[in-house]
């Protein structure tokens, strides 16, 4: 397996998210954006062949669909029907790991994908809404995926509305542990991190190439556990790559992480 | 039987204040042809309950929705819908925001006379934090909590499909079906329009018959609009007119707001409002989506 020394950022992100499956088994991998779909197509391709997937509207399919227009007289590997009403029966059962892109992540791990600033009533600003984020996060487990580390997203304080259920005690229901609760990777532009620290305290899993320790802090509103040794983040290998690049022909991965960087960054290139 | 009516009959049936569903989801297969004759009304003070699209960001905009009941409000490709922003950051609308899977609960409740549906989803979040109406309860069967999702009773159920008989047999042969089912069976009343209207026969085939998602005892009526899910898709038929929401998104940011779009598109019937998006033809020519 060899390592690629020219990749972009974006493809490095793909390549470390993809991890978050490959201990899976026989789940539904849902990947919303196109950097989460790909890590859950590039897992389906190397590392974790029995994983399930859809495609995105009412299809499982054996193979993932590459992204965007496909040629003419291409054939999806369906396998089953799923429409939207059968996916809730496969997110109660547990057999399923997303992974997405909230607006707001807090030190418990809850999420906003709703209301921002404001009141409640009148927000300053009004996104999605809640989705299927308070079901999928008591119901199987989930990842995040973030294009922009910063301490809007990673906020100070807790979440403007809280979408998704996370490790806070105060809003534990009765008769659950904080251990029912599994939040995997949080993949962003500067590292991976996880909920794994003392009290699942956000914790330092790798740095992005060029990127510090006190980079990722100060980009998050919340004291984050930095382990003794934190190790690099994994390149991706020349396979991988070629399987992104396949699995992504028309490169849309480029438009998803500002200004497209390279995978190593020189050290204070954006700091 | 036939249930064979107009959009103008099916408006004249609603009244102020009324709980509506819609089915479909954000830009896919909306009963829009309905919408729109909602819009000439002067229907007030509705409660929507929506996998939401542009049905509910224009019934909002035109001041005729007091509460909505969702867990999101998105075109999709333009993932905010801007009307419906408007109202909840000008503060004009009451919600129940809930889980997408929570509603379809609700939904089932009503259609089985059930006062609730307990569910593990929910707890932990502000869904239950924002919502007075929705109860945490006890379970007789085990020491944890438990969300008792209320009943979503419609009043009424608009939904938009592929194919319809005049007894109210109605397909969607499209890829996905979303809740419509539960929506057509939550509902006092359930008014379906469809591209195309067939004879009883057509079902004969099994296959066909097996696109068929709830019995015709839940549809009330039956209204034929060709392309009457226009902006939104309605597959294999035709896609999401992508220049068209482009523009009605556009006018959310323009002072003339939703009039200027009204003005431009809406007509004083169907037949108006297809000439101004350039004929049935061209609605069926629009490309469906690549997910």
Same mark, same amino acid.
């Given at each position: ?33 196109? @950097?989460?779909?790909? *890590? ?9 062949? %029995? ?44 057999? &399923? ?6 607006? =707001? ?15 409640? %009533? ?59 609760? !599994? ?17 699942? =305290? ?12 006190? =980079?990722? =802090? ?12 934190v190790p690099t983040t994994v390149p991706p290998t020349q396979a991988q ?31 | ?12 049936? #609603? ?24 819009? &000439?009304?002067?229907?007030?003070? #509705? ?39 408007? *109202?909840?950051?000008?503060?004009? @609308? ?13 939904? &089932? ?22 919502? $007075? ?18 009943? #979503? ?5 608009? @939904?938009?499909? !592929?194919?319809?008989? *005049? ?5 969607? $042969? ?5 809740? %419509?089912? $539960?929506?057509? &069976? ?10 195309? #209207? ?10 066909q018959a097996r696109l068929v998602y709830w019995e015709r005892s839940a ?15 309605? *597959? ?31 007509g004083a019937n169907e037949d108006e409002y297809q000439h101004s998006v ?14």
């Open positions: 397996m060899t390592a690629a020394t020219d990749y972009t950022l974006a493809e490095l992100c793909v390549a470390a998210a993809s991890r978050a499956f490959e201990n899976d088994g026989e789940v539904l991998a849902t990947g919303i954006g196109v @950097i989460p779909r790909l *890590a859950a197509s590039l897992a389906m391709k190397t590392t974790n062949p %029995d994983l399930m997937m859809t495609d995105s509207e009412a299809w499982m399919l054996s193979e993932p669909n590459p992204l965007g227009k496909r040629p003419d007289g291409f054939v999806p590997a369906t396998e089953s029907w799923m429409g939207f009403s059968r996916i809730f029966d496969n997110v109660w059962s547990g057999k &399923r790991h997303a992974m997405l892109g909230p607006t =707001q992540i807090d030190r418990f791990g809850q999420s906003n994908t709703s209301a921002l600033g404001g009141t409640y %009533d009148k927000p300053k600003v009004m996104m999605l809404g809640a989705r299927g984020f308070p079901g999928n996060s008591i119901s199987h487990p989930n990842s995040f995926f973030v294009p922009s580390h910063n301490t809007r997203v990673f906020m100070d304080g807790e979440c403007d509305f809280v979408s998704s259920i996370g490790y806070n005690p105060d809003r534990l229901p009765k008769g659950h542990s904080l251990d029912d609760i !599994d939040i995997r990777l949080v993949v962003t532009d500067l590292c991976v991190m996880d909920f794994g620290g003392p009290d699942h =305290q956000i914790r330092l899993l790798s740095l992005h190439p060029g990127i510090t320790a006190e =980079q990722v =802090q100060k980009s998050t509103g919340y004291p984050v556990h930095i382990p003794g040794h790559l070629a399987i992104i690049t396949a699995l992504d022909p028309h490169n849309q991965r480029a438009g998803q992480i500002k200004d497209n960087p390279p995978g190593v960054r020189p050290p204070a290139d954006r700091y | 039987m036939d249930k064979r009516m107009s959009a103008a009959a099916v408006v004249a049936q #609603l009244e102020d204040g009324m709980t509506l569903g819609i089915g479909g989801w954000g830009p896919r297969r909306k009963p829009m042809a309905l919408v729109r004759e909602i819009l &000439r009304s002067d229907l007030k003070a #509705l409660t929507l309950v929506s996998y939401g699209g542009a049905d509910v960001g224009m019934l909002c905009a035109t001041g005729k929705v007091k509460k909505v009941v969702f867990a999101f409000v998105s075109l999709d490709f333009i993932p905010l819908e801007p009307y419906f922003r408007q *109202a909840r950051q000008s503060g004009s @609308i009451e919600v129940m925001e809930i889980d997408e899977g929570m509603m379809l609960l609700g939904l &089932r409740a009503a259609s089985w006379g059930l006062p609730f549906m307990p569910t593990e989803v929910g707890l932990g979040t502000d869904i239950i934090n924002r919502n $007075a109406s929705i109860k945490v309860i006890d379970s007789p069967y085990d020491d944890k909590e438990w969300v008792a999702m209320p009943a #979503l009773k419609l009043d009424v159920s608009l @939904i938009h499909v !592929d194919k319809a008989d *005049a007894r109210g047999v109605c397909q969607i $042969a499209g890829p996905d079906h979303y809740m %419509d089912d $539960a929506f057509a &069976r939550a509902a006092e009343k359930t008014f379906v329009s469809c591209d195309e #209207l067939v004879d009883s026969t057509y079902f004969h085939d099994p296959a549809t009330t009526g039956v209204v034929p609009i060709a392309g009457g899910a226009h902006p939104t898709s309605c *597959a294999p038929r035709y896609g999401f007119d992508v220049p068209h929401f482009k523009a009605y998104a556009a006018s959310a940011k323009q002072d003339s707001g939703i009039q200027g779009y009204l003005e431009q598109f809406l350039g004929g049935l033809d061209a609605i069926r020519a629009i490309e469906l989506p690549t997910y």
